[in-house]
């Protein structure tokens, strides 16, 4: 049975599970979910709080982007990209709850003034440049605080390899990458965002989504 993915092009969270799937070369059955509210019945069926994505897998179904990542990660049987070593395992897990809970939120007034971004809306309003320098400005301590956090050995987040913590944040930073702000305070961010974004596979997500 094909995997049913919910998603919108536009979303950063469903961007998210489109980059994994085609890093492993897998597909899925797309049912594009719009962003009005309320969200549709057959969606709702899927997931009751109604965010995007989510996923049904032979009769199984599954919402929040990180824990589907995990599963259709496992379910792939690749232990680069979610390591079933318990250390690795674990660190990859931390990095996926920072990005969630600490980096996308820090970097969500940036987005918003630099590039329109609007949540649960994809990017439609007004760019502000002036106030998107200062929304960096604000965020700039935690930027550097989330630098520390991630690994300076080698182009990825940790482990020493691309894993789903990179799939992770690869939406969040595109969009810092575009926002036209000066990243030279934070080069570790930087860089990793530029090895992120030059995955083939994330090429055809950003194709996709138009962004």
């Known amino acids: 049975m094909p995997l049913v993915l919910h998603d919108n092009p536009h979303?950063?969270?469903?961007?998210?599970?489109?980059?994994l799937l085609a890093?492993?070369?897998?597909?899925?059955?797309?049912?594009?979910?719009?962003?009005a509210s309320p969200r549709p019945d057959w969606h709702l069926a899927v997931n009751p709080?109604?965010?995007?994505p989510a996923i049904v897998w032979d009769g199984f179904p599954?919402?929040?982007?990180?824990?589907?990542?995990r599963f259709i990660a496992t379910r792939s049987g690749d232990?680069?990209?979610?390591?079933?070593?318990l250390p690795d395992r674990a660190t990859v897990n931390w990095l996926l709850d920072a990005i969630a809970t600490f980096?996308?939120?820090?970097?969500?007034?940036?987005?918003?003034?630099a590039l329109g971004v609007r949540p649960g809306r994809g990017i439609i309003g007004e760019r502000d440049p002036e106030a998107a320098k200062a929304a960096f400005a604000t965020a700039l301590p935690k930027l550097q605080a989330f630098e520390r956090l991630i690994d300076d050995s080698s182009p990825?987040?940790?482990?020493?390899?691309?894993?789903?913590?990179d799939v992770a944040a690869t939406p969040v930073l595109h969009r810092l990458r575009r926002s036209g702000l000066s990243l030279d305070d934070i080069p570790r961010l930087g860089a990793w965002g530029?090895?992120?974004?030059e995955r083939p596979a994330w090429a055809t997500v950003a194709a996709t989504a138009g962004v």
């Open 11 to 19: 979303s950063s969270n469903a961007q998210k599970v489109r980059f």
């Open 23 to 35: 890093e492993l070369g897998q597909t899925a059955e797309l049912r594009e979910v719009p962003f």
């Open 49 to 52: 709080l109604g965010g995007i």
């Open 62 to 69: 599954l919402a929040e982007s990180n824990t589907v990542l």
């Open 79 to 85: 232990t680069g990209i979610y390591p079933s070593d």
């Open 103 to 113: 980096l996308r939120p820090a970097l969500l007034p940036i987005e918003q003034a």
């Open 156 to 165: 990825w987040a940790c482990c020493g390899r691309f894993t789903i913590a």
């Open 194 to 197: 530029a090895a992120c974004c």
